[in-house]
């Protein structure tokens, strides 16, 4: 089993090139300029989000994700900028993006509402290391090399936001690795049909002592089945999130957040499947992250309580 665990997980990452599904987090309300360029620079301070992400614990070769996401305006101007470190680690591929980001802040009326549109621009390396791979078949030489491919790559987004809901759609990355069978080795190419856009929106309100947010995150990909989130957090004492979120490929999971001042907020999630990943991957899916907000002028913090 553990050998046919690898392989299956090679096989994959050849299928990949076609038709793998870019990284996924589950507080992805807190990694918005993870996934959309557009927000960069939209919280009026200098933010930041660092998170891990260990899927089907348990699992040999399953993924693991980490991510860094640093933000902020440019004081005086509608603009915004960011930077956005990605690291994807999948059986024997590894997939890391450095892409520096831009945005440009319209406000639409005087009861402030914005819209931002943002553009990214930076490399993608892959790297596809077969010497890992336990075989039964000596020589296979699916498993023999180790290919790695560095190319450029762009994404774009837009953002529509007010103080209590917002919306954004965002195509992040154009550019996918992809295996040229006649030249023998990975080619940085734009597929059409891997584009993967993201739709996505949420809404703030208040119902009794607590305030309640529901969002919606829809994911779309060309000649495969359309997937979303839907989740509600509830927001208690006005430091503590807790959610749920169901996902359409069979998995729930449980959201926490905890708000330790107005710099820092500490997130955790697990996310348990109902398929039969289940069967290996038995420990569930387990994500933390840590998002700070600091300001180097006189204002003390945020302009504004954003909770997204």
Same mark, same amino acid.
């Given at each position: ?66 991510? &860094? ?20 680690? &999948? ?134 089945? &359309? ?12 430091? &503590? ?68």
């Amino acid at each position: 089993m553990k050998y046919l665990i690898s392989i299956l997980f090679c096989m994959m990452f050849i299928l990949s090139v076609k038709g793998q599904s870019q990284s996924q987090y589950n507080n992805y309300i807190g990694n918005q300029g993870l996934l959309n360029p557009a927000y960069n620079g939209s919280r009026d301070v200098i933010s930041g989000l660092m998170v891990s992400r260990n899927q089907w614990v348990g699992m040999n070769g399953a993924p693991m994700n980490q991510a &860094l996401n640093v933000h902020g305006p440019i004081e005086d101007t509608d603009l915004g900028v960011g930077l956005v470190l990605e690291n994807d680690h &999948l059986g024997f591929s590894n997939i890391f993006n450095f892409m520096g980001a831009t945005s440009y802040k319209l406000k639409l009326d005087n009861q402030q509402k914005f819209i931002s549109f943002g553009l990214q621009m930076g490399l993608t390396s892959s790297v596809y290391d077969g010497t890992k791979a336990i075989t039964n078949t000596f020589g296979d030489p699916m498993f023999l090399g180790k290919e790695s491919n560095l190319g450029f790559n762009f994404g774009v987004g837009t953002y529509f936001y007010n103080t209590n809901y917002f919306a954004g759609f965002s195509i992040p990355k154009f550019f996918n690795p992809t295996f040229d069978s006649d030249a023998d080795k990975f080619k940085n190419t734009v597929n059409i049909k891997n584009l993967h856009s993201y739709w996505y929106g949420g809404y703030i309100f208040t119902w009794g002592d607590v305030k309640v947010k529901p969002t919606a995150l829809f994911r779309t990909v060309i000649g495969a089945p &359309l997937t979303f989130d839907l989740t509600a957090n509830v927001l208690f004492v006005e430091r &503590l999130w807790v959610g749920l979120s169901y996902r359409s490929v069979s998995n729930m999971v449980v959201l926490t957040e905890y708000i330790i001042d107005r710099n820092f907020t500490v997130r955790y999630s697990f996310d348990y499947t109902f398929s039969d990943l289940n069967t290996y991957g038995k420990y569930g899916s387990h994500e933390i992250g840590l998002q700070f907000d600091f300001s180097f002028n006189k204002r003390p913090g945020m302009r504004s309580i954003r909770y997204f």
